[in-house]
């Protein structure tokens, strides 16, 4: 299978504790989003990048939420001192990108990570 | 800003009835709007896109949407309902102040199907 591919698919911590999660994007994809949907609510657009630049970060919830993709392939989420609001599906996708003006390319999904928070 | 209210959070139909998903958008510019649908336990799916060309736009499995301008619609349809297509389904706006990178979820809409 060689779509977007995102692990753990269920994570279940206790409060306070930090969490990471990882995404692969389809291979050859230079950008990829994170974003968090919560129950009965669409998905939220969190953080994306092209490559390995982190393009825009002001939309993630707080400072406690932080991602990384250090060689431009996959990449991680890291949520520090999770909180029971944390709690919800964390989906990842992927798309072709261009440089220098917008043309939409499809933005591919993973199965997500589900987070709950105890 | 760019925003999408789906009207309906739940349709329930019989299998081979036409389906009517209603979307409205709110946006400054001509936006990018798009319908995608997420099966339990899989990840979202893209339908169809309207990025400016055709007005009515057809996607996969049957399902097509108009882009009506005048009337800030862009509604999803299907001659005739499979019970593969219970889903939640999402309209989509693109995020122009994200360079159309990032994309606008509304609430969705849960379609239900009975045989």
């Known amino acids: 299978d060689t779509g977007v591919s995102q692990n753990p698919r269920h994570k279940i911590t206790k409060r306070g504790q930090n969490v990471t999660f990882r995404c692969d994007p389809i291979?050859?994809?230079?950008?990829l989003y994170w974003y968090r949907q919560t129950l009965g609510q669409g998905p939220e657009f969190l953080t994306y990048?092209?490559?390995?630049?982190?393009?825009?970060k002001s939309r993630l919830l707080s400072d406690r939420f932080s991602a990384e993709r250090p060689k431009g392939s996959f990449s991680t989420l890291e949520i520090q001192r999770t909180e029971q609001g944390d709690s919800a599906m964390y989906l990842c996708?992927?798309?072709?990108?261009?440089?220098?003006?917008?043309?939409?390319?499809?933005?591919?999904f993973g199965p997500g990570t589900r987070l709950t928070v105890l | 800003a760019q925003s999408v209210t789906q009207l309906d959070s739940h349709v329930s139909v019989s299998e081979g009835t036409p389906v009517l998903l209603r979307c409205n958008y709110s946006?400054?510019?001509?936006?990018?709007l798009f319908w995608y649908v997420q099966h339990p336990n899989k990840g979202l799916q893209l339908l169809l896109k309207?990025?400016?060309?055709?007005?009515l736009v057809k996607g996969i499995n049957g399902f097509e949407a108009e882009f009506k301008k005048s009337e800030t619609s862009f509604h999803l349809t299907k001659p005739s309902a499979h019970m593969s297509d219970a889903a939640e389904y999402f309209c989509?706006?693109?995020?122009?102040?994200?360079?159309?990178?990032?994309?606008?979820f509304g609430k969705g809409t849960t379609l239900s199907v009975s045989s």
């Open positions: 946006s400054s510019y001509s936006p990018s």
């Open positions: 990048f092209q490559n390995e630049a982190q393009l825009e």
């Open positions: 989509v706006v693109s995020d122009l102040d994200q360079a159309g990178t990032a994309l606008i």
């Open positions: 291979s050859e994809h230079n950008r």
């Open positions: 996708a992927s798309s072709l990108g261009t440089s220098g003006g917008d043309s939409y390319n499809e933005q591919f």
């Open positions: 309207y990025t400016s060309a055709a007005t």
